[in-house]
Every structure is written in C-alpha cells, then in structure tokens.
C-alpha cells in the first residue's frame, strides 16, 4: 500500500536539449566572444557617423579659422581662433544668420591672392557710396557711427575719395584703420569669395564668446536675394 523506498527520489532528473526544443543552450565563451565582436561592431558605427556629421558641419555648416594679424583691434588678436558660420553662401530674408549684414565681421579670400585669406568687418552694402572723410565713413553721404572703433588704432584719420558699391559686392575695413589692408586701398569683395561670417571666439580662454556686432544709425535698404546662386549667374 506505501511505497517507502519512492520518499528520497526526485520527480524529475536531468535534462537533455533535445528533450525539449524551446530550451536554448548557452555556451559562455562562444556567447563573450559574439558579444564584444557585435559591441565592436556599433562602436565602429557610431565613430564613423561620428566623423560624417563633423565633416558635414565643416563643409555646409561652421569652419573654425585662426586670426592672422592686428587689423581687426581691439575686436580681434592676432592667434585667436574663430567659428565662422558658411550658412551665408546661402541667403535668407527671415533670419540674420542667413545672409551679410553690415557689421559682420566676415572670412573671405583675398581678391587679389585667392589663395590668401582675410577677416575683415562688412561696412558698405550692395547698392551704396561709402567714402571716407578725415577718418570718418560716410554711407550715401550719411556719417556712420562706429561704437567698437578706439582712438589707439585710428589716429592717422586719411580720406579716400566716394566708392559705388557693385552689386553683389561688399565694402570691407579693419576695424585698426591705422593698420588695416582692406576695401580703402585694394577695391571690393565679391559676394562669392566670402565664404564665412565670423560668429564665436573659442580661444583664447579670456575673451570666449560671441563676437560683437555693429549697431548703426543708418539702416540697410537693400533688396536680398532668396538664394545667392542668382549672384553667379
């Protein structure tokens, strides 16, 4: 009737893969050695669309360029490094970033020795006569005020005679007047050697921000583009 000898015995033994199909079978080394390739695998991925994004931003987006000279003092140093917005090769009504406002302090290459690259500040527009007058700029005939200008860097105050700005051209000076090789002596900047406008200072580690934009007293009046390819047609 009691079966005794059955009450140390166990109901269930040991078990066998093909006991039962849905049971996975894990082997440690093979499963490490999977795992790190396939880890090794996504961290690669993530590098390479890593580097893509940032040369992207480089091509269409922001370049960093180092400042060569004292021309732009006190705004600029010589050494300093800078982030120039390219979204300008493109111009948009709606937002600032978008197109060449006077006051911008822009990247472009040298007329004269494309291969020579120069950061000068935006003073006359498309459109406009800009002349200046015992140190003063005159903007159609309108003196123009230059809060970022010292007298340290402009004290030889000469005058050059008025200046027709072309369209899609641009009237460019160093804010050091006394020492500034710009629009005064070599001529405009076409539209399509500006290649970047100048927006944030990353070194030195004094002076990083943004950079400082000219507030004038004469208002642009000049009709904008939706796209600058129109300018090389």
């Known amino acids: 009737m009691f079966d005794f000898q059955r009450k140390n015995q166990f109901d269930f033994g040991t078990h066998a893969p093909k006991d039962d199909l849905d049971i996975e079978v894990y082997r440690l080394k093979t499963q490490s050695r999977q795992g790190l390739w396939s880890e090794s695998l996504k961290l690669l991925r993530d590098i390479i669309l890593i580097i893509a994004v940032f040369v992207l931003l480089g091509v269409f987006v922001a370049q960093p360029v180092v400042v060569e000279g004292t021309s732009m003092l006190p705004e600029l140093h010589d050494g300093e490094r800078l982030l120039v917005n390219k979204l300008v090769y493109y111009k948009f009504k709606s937002v600032s970033w978008g197109h060449i406002e006077r006051g911008d302090i822009v990247v472009f290459w040298y007329p004269k020795e494309p291969d020579k690259s120069y950061v000068k500040r935006v003073i006359g527009l498309p459109g406009e006569t800009v002349e200046v007058r ?14 970022y200008l010292d007298t340290e ?81």
């Open 134 to 147: 015992e140190g003063k700029v005159l903007i159609n005939g309108k003196e123009l005020a230059e809060d």
């Open 153 to 233: 860097h402009n004290q030889s105050l000469p005058s050059f005679q008025p200046k027709r700005v072309d369209e899609h051209f641009y009237f460019v000076m160093g804010d050091n007047r006394d020492n500034s090789s710009d629009s005064r002596y070599w001529g405009l900047v076409p539209e399509k050697y500006i290649y970047g406008k100048a927006f944030f200072r990353y070194w030195n580690p004094s002076n990083i921000g943004f950079l400082t934009h000219g507030e004038y007293n004469i208002p642009e009046d000049v009709k904008i583009d939706d796209v600058r390819a129109d300018s090389e047609k």
